[in-house]
């Protein structure tokens, strides 16, 4: 059977058929080769990238050259996936910046383009869509924005942050994204958000009722063990695995 290219429209388009979206992060090859190959419809390279593969404090260290270097290497891997990049940090910040930025991981590899922000980055979302790229958003917790706000703390909560989330997932869709990730938001808001928005939600500790779900593959497969994180319940312990392996080779070698 041939395989079949997943678009944004797919993805789009999954929202309502009762199939839930299942999306991982991927920053090179092998690792965009496995989760294809375990039929997962949406990869990201996430500037998380930036703490689990290049030991940076949070995302804000991260490079748009840096975005392009793993992106190209996931792109090596040919996924039928949708491949979608993060613009990093300050690289957006007009409408000119964002298309630029876009179309240099568009040259490296990139399929659609995730930035964070709502109404606050609409222009340069109709600015990245005006120019043919399709456009993921982000709304809830802002990575980009640990600094300012002081750690990684839930949205939602109080009735202010429920109405611009919601304002914000209108403007989103109005501008014309193709899904939007819900990060750190309480759930009930979460859900909320999602019977409004004709787009899906695709939630990352934000409940089990968002359209999908997406996960950093480090924190699912136990390869990130320093830190506990509420919403992922790892599926294997490759930490403890690699530290194993490690040792019986190391002890092998005096044998
Ligand atoms: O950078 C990233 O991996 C992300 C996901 C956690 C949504 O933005």
């Known amino acids: 059977m041939t395989a079949t290219k997943i678009t944004a429209d797919k993805i789009r388009s999954m929202k309502g058929h009762g199939e839930k979206i299942a999306a991982l992060t991927a920053y090179d090859f092998p690792m965009a080769r496995l989760l294809d190959e ?13 703490m689990v593969v290049l030991g940076y404090p949070d ?7 840096e975005m392009e270097h793993h992106v190209r290497a996931v792109a090596r891997a040919k996924p039928q996936a949708l491949l979608a990049a993060d613009l990093p940090y300050r690289t957006y910040e007009t409408a000119e910046m964002a298309v630029a ?13 995730k930035a964070e922000g709502g109404r606050a980055i609409v222009e340069q979302v109709r ?3 005006a120019a043919g790229i399709p456009f993921l958003g982000h709304l809830g917790m802002l990575p980009q924005h640990v600094l300012e706000e002081g750690g ?6 109080k009735d202010a942050e429920r109405e611009a989330l919601l304002a914000d997932a209108e403007a989103l869709t109005n501008a014309g994204a193709f899904a939007i990730v819900l990060e750190l938001v309480a759930p009930s808001v979460a859900l909320e958000v999602t019977r409004r928005i004709p787009i899906p939600t695709i939630g990352i500790g934000a409940g089990p009722d968002c359209d999908g779900q997406i996960l950093v593959t480090h924190d699912l497969l136990g390869l990130w063990p320093w830190y506990n994180l509420k919403h992922v319940r790892p599926k294997l312990n490759a930490a403890e695995q690699m530290r194993a392996a490690a040792r019986e080779w190391k002890l092998g070698l005096s044998k």
């Open 127 to 129: 600015a990245i869509l």
């Open 101 to 113: 930025n876009a179309r240099r991981l568009v040259a490296a590899g990139a399929e659609a383009i």
């Open 152 to 157: 990684y703390h839930i949205k939602g909560k």
């Open 38 to 50: 375990a039929g997962i419809p949406l990869v990201l390279v996430g500037d998380s990238v930036g």
């Open 59 to 65: 995302t804000t260290h991260v490079t748009l050259a």
